[in-house]
């Protein structure tokens, strides 16, 4: 079993930046692939950013490429999104997810595929 707790969410002006970090604890986190998704009200799930258990490959969604970048530090179980140059269409709720153990797998965008979930931080991006 792995827990996931997101932190980080907030209320921000567009253009500016947030800092999201999702803290793992249970089964070993360095085994997982971690993955940020969204969900906007009244729209459903998608995928944002997600990263191998090594963290030496990370992919991104077209929407936020060249903005958002993610990252993880093994050692405190701990995976980050930073989120530069934020737009009002990046408000939703955002959640850390783990795919795993997946030390062969490849990285993937289908929610579906991810074993756990967090409950999610909000992120309100204003004009």
């Known amino acids: 079993q792995v827990q996931l707790v997101e932190s980080g969410g907030g209320l921000v002006q567009a253009g500016e930046s947030l800092l999201l970090s999702c803290a793992a604890s249970?089964?070993?986190?360095?085994?997982?692939?971690m993955g940020w998704f969204r969900q906007a009200q009244g729209k459903e799930r998608e995928y944002v950013a997600a990263?191998?258990?090594?963290?030496?490959?990370?992919d991104y969604a077209d929407s936020v490429q060249g903005r958002f970048i993610i990252s993880r530090d093994n050692a405190k179980n701990t995976v980050y999104l930073q989120m530069n140059s934020l737009k009002p269409e990046d408000t939703a709720v955002y959640y850390c997810?783990?795919?795993?153990?997946?030390?062969?797998?490849?990285?993937?965008?289908?929610?579906?595929?991810?074993?756990?979930w967090g409950q999610g931080t909000q992120v309100t991006v204003s004009s």
């Open positions: 997810a783990a795919r795993g153990p997946a030390s062969t797998a490849a990285l993937t965008t289908d929610p579906g595929r991810y074993n756990y």
């Open positions: 249970g089964r070993t986190f360095n085994s997982f692939h």
């Open positions: 990263i191998k258990w090594s963290g030496a490959i990370t």
